[in-house]
């Protein structure tokens, strides 16, 4: 059984919010970030698929918060992710595993 502090995790959760608007991330998003972030899925899985730990890798800014933003909405994030698996079975694998959050 684990305990979380949802205060702290709230508490960081915000600190990250604000940052990444401070860093003017949150407003300004181009294809290029989405294609950014597509890359950053497939790295993903091909390090997973090495037997590499993925916990310890952090996305670039502007790559975390479309990351933030589509596990925000986990059931379309699964879909997402299972449609992808037919491009790159490796995606599949992301599912396996735990958020973190």
Known sequence: FTTVDLSKRCADHFEF???LHSLGVTWN????NLHRYMFWLSMLACEKDKGK???LLVPPH???WLWHCHRLAPRQYHEYVLAAVSANTSLGKLLDEPSGD
């Open 17 to 19: 919010l604000k940052t």
């Open 29 to 32: 998003m181009t294809s290029k």
């Open 53 to 55: 730990r993925t916990d």
């Open 62 to 64: 502007d790559v975390a």
